[in-house]
């Protein structure tokens, strides 16, 4: 069965095919500017690119661009939809609904539109693409995987911030937390590496990209991780700060002469290695490249952004009173000997030993030392494939429809 995995933003539309016989990649597009001046679909199948530039000016149009290409007879995949058994949605937030993938029908819509205020900015995208994709493929059952949804299992004492207890009561102010998809996947490829079972393991999966995210992973769930309400809490990222003292928030809108909403933009987009190298880059390799010449504005962001990364395995050690693994993962996780280094130096009193050697590792590695206690793997994520495995399980063998009850839900 070949499956569509989408990936909805705001202007945009990511999406691959897969071939879930032999779990293989068919197709992989980016529509871009939707809505915007300038739309364009880019296409690779088969070793061909497909380039087009044409008006998109919404999803639903988006969607038909990408069916064109993926049916193309030179740069296709596929020689009609009727070969496309199911799709597969990449949803941010699932709020407390969800707690693993659903087949999408009205009451999932439903509590999509419920969680918009949660997810003000990702939902209203992830949903526009259900749409759309529904009325260009009507009929074909799709399936809904949130990040959100692997953190559910966390401990109250792990997802309550320290407020009244009335705002999570009325509000659902609590920590959610990002990702679920990319952890899971990593930390179950890990017990496979490992060769034991995911109930027996303890593990710290770090997803490192323009976002970034860990959770320690205890017997196959997560009980805690780094963001929160929204992806701007935990580690310091690309463009955001991470953890602060929230009175710096007040202040900096007081000083500055600025609205909150703007104070939360300098925030979210200004902050992290961007802001800590002075406007160096938000890209891990310009303040690496920094770093290795001299320049200590680069220096400056590297150790902030390694020092959290080193607090928050110590955190997750304690959290969990041990650790088997801890997993590298996402752009500069999988890629970057540098970065691993930084941040587990000096963590031998923890058992942690990295070998030199072996940290040069691209690609699926053990990169420990023989003897280091806690095992150390760079372990590439592939959420697309994820949601597609979901997608599968939830679909293969049943006939969901847009707008009937759910036929079938994974709470695993
Ligand atoms: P996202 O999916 O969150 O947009 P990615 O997982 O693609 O992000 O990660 C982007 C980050 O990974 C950037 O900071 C980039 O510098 C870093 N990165 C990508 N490739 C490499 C590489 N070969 N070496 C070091 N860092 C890399």
């Known amino acids: 069965m070949n499956i569509l995995v989408v990936n909805a933003g705001s202007s945009s539309l990511k999406y691959q095919l897969i071939d879930m016989t032999s779990e293989s990649l068919l197709a992989k597009g980016l529509c871009e500017r939707i809505g915007i001046e300038g739309s364009n679909i880019e296409q690779k199948a088969n070793g061909r690119v497909y380039q087009k530039t044409l008006p998109l000016k919404n999803h639903t149009e988006a969607f038909g661009a990408l069916v064109g290409a993926l049916t193309d007879p030179e740069y296709g995949a596929l020689k009609d939809l009727s070969l496309i058994g199911a799709v597969g949605h990449r949803v941010v937030h699932g709020a407390e ?7 999408i029908d009205g009451a999932v819509m ?9 997810a003000p900015l990702h939902n209203p995208a992830n949903i526009m693409g259900i749409e759309a994709c529904r009325s260009v493929m009507p009929g074909v059952p799709m399936v809904a995987v949130f990040d959100t949804a692997f953190h559910q299992t966390m401990p109250r004492r792990a997802y309550l911030y320290g407020l009244p207890y009335e705002y999570y009561e009325k509000y ?4 959610y937390g990002f990702h679920g998809t990319s952890h ?3 930390a179950s490829r890990a017990a496979a590496l490992l060769g034991k079972p995911i109930e027996r393991l303890k593990l710290i ?3 490192m990209g323009n976002g970034s ?3 320690a992973v205890d017997g196959g769930r997560s009980v805690d991780t780094t963001m929160g309400l929204t992806p701007l809490e935990g580690l310091i990222m690309g463009t955001r700060s991470g953890d602060l003292d929230p009175a710096v928030i007040e202040m900096l809108a007081q000083t500055e002469g600025i609205s909150l ?4 933009g300098v925030l979210n987009k200004k902050s992290g290695l961007l802001g800590l190298s002075g406007g160096l880059s938000s890209d891990w390799r310009d303040i690496r490249a920094g770093l290795q010449a001299g320049d200590d504005a680069a220096a400056r962001a590297a150790e902030v952004f390694a020092y959290r990364a080193k607090k928050y395995i ?14 590298f993962t996402a752009g500069i996780g999988e890629n970057d000997g540098c970065a691993r280094e930084m941040i587990l130096k000096d963590m031998d009193y923890l058992g942690i030993e990295l070998d030199p050697e072996l940290n040069k590792a691209r690609g699926e590695a053990l990169i420990s030392a023989s003897g280091s206690r806690v095992k150390v793997f760079v372990v590439p994520t592939n959420e697309e494939l994820a949601i597609a495995r979901d997608t599968l399980a939830l679909t293969g063998t049943a006939r969901a429809r847009f707008n009937t009850p759910a036929i079938e839900r994974s709470f695993a």
């Open 97 to 103: 609904a969800f707690t693993g993938s659903v087949v």
């Open 172 to 175: 659902r102010i609590r920590r």
């Open 184 to 186: 899971r996947y990593v």
């Open 261 to 264: 909403k703007d104070a939360i």
């Open 213 to 215: 995210s860990f959770a």
């Open 314 to 327: 110590g955190a997750y050690i304690a959290a969990m009173n041990g650790c088997d693994a801890i997993l």
């Open 110 to 118: 439903k509590a999509l539109r419920d969680n918009i205020p949660l």
């Open 205 to 207: 999966s770090c997803h």
